[in-house]
């Protein structure tokens, strides 16, 4: 099949790597120029494990290509993806679509007949019927409009890609349906169940799954605060009911909250779609609230863990990308924790693996480790907020030696109140039983 890939973003670049791996011809195309010739040679514009393998096998195999042309690339494709941004629309939290139309738009000069046009990015329900009326508004004919939300999960997302827990393919005709199935045919022989809907359905079945997600994570943490007030452990409680099937052990980690460049922006938009519909969701704005009010939480842990006062105080942070293996700092739960931290006037020292480049833009005015010992040089607390695998197994004495007041605020869990006080540190975790002085 030959594909044309519209944005070549975290989803885009990935998806067409893949895409490409199956035998397709593929050609991402987006208009940040920069961003192509970065690719074109060869460096690669986000860290994701394995990706630049990835790109580079299937560039030198001649079935993945980088362009800024739009054109070139539609003209013989069978099937246009739209994998452009969908961020949260300023003031209302509303899906901003812009990008969608500009490029469908676009798109609309060159395609032709017989093509397939896939939205690979978020987007409300309703969307393929807004598509559908500008194409026809662009004098566009015998274009299908399909939906084929994407589920991969950022630091494993070509895994994700290869061996989906489901496809959702959103169609209207036979056609759409034929070359989606021609498209994923790889899979289905490592059987990945797709799944045919309509496309209102497809789009709205997204939302619906980051919602329950999130639901989970701010369910978790609710009660990981409960565990603090009657002595429990979050964490047993989680394994104790994360092995019950009908519940599953994933999205039971009690922590500051979700974050990324999903959760935050999908759930409000599906509040927004509700609202618009004249339907209450009220468990999903429960949990938007919940995770809103989480991160000053969080800040105050810090300040209550240093004796009530941060100011002048130096604090270590471990991990800034909002989750590990991606330097993506969109809606990171770091953001608010250490500007929160640095406005009652504590100084931050940050290491993270591979975010600083991300980080320094939007954290101006704090300090940037080398790695995590260094971090915890000379503060006077140190703070895990993303759970790197680097971050697992440190030598806590020589971390508990660097540091100038002995405490671990552990907003992730990774280690056991036990060890920590084995090596002299104080230790917080999240959910795990009554803190220390409470
Ligand atoms: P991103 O911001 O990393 O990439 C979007 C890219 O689209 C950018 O490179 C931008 O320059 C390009 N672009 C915008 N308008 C264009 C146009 N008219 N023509 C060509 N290129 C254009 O975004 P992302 O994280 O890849 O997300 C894309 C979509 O996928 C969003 O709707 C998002 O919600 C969804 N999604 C993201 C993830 C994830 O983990 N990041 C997972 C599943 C779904």
Redesign the pocket.
Known sequence: MRIAM???????LVSGACFADFGHRVTC????AA?IERLNAGEMP?WEPGLEALVKSNVERGRLTFTTD?AASVTDAEAVFI????PARRGDGHADLT?VF??IR?LAQFINPGTVVVT????PVGTGDRIEAILKEEGVEGVSVASN??????GA?IADFKHPDRIIVGAEDDRAQEVLREIYRPLFLNRAPILITGRRTAELTKYAANAFLAVKISFINEIADLCEAVDADVQDVARGIGLDNRIGPKFLHAGPGYG???FP??TVALLQTADNAGVEQRIVATTVSVNDDRKGRMVERVERALGGDVAGKRVGILGLAFKPNTD?MREAPSIPIVKGLVERGAKVAAFDPVARHQAEPVLPGIEFADDAYAAADGADALVIVTEWDEFRALDLERIAASLKGKILVDLRNVYDRGEAEAAGLTYYGVGRGRPPGA
């Open positions: 519209i944005g070549t973003g975290y989803v885009g195309v987006d208009k940040d961003k986000i739009v994998a452009v941004g969908t990008y500009e490029a676009e690979k990015s978020t987007v939300p994407e589920f991969l999960r950022e997302a990324g460049s999903c922006k999908d993506d």
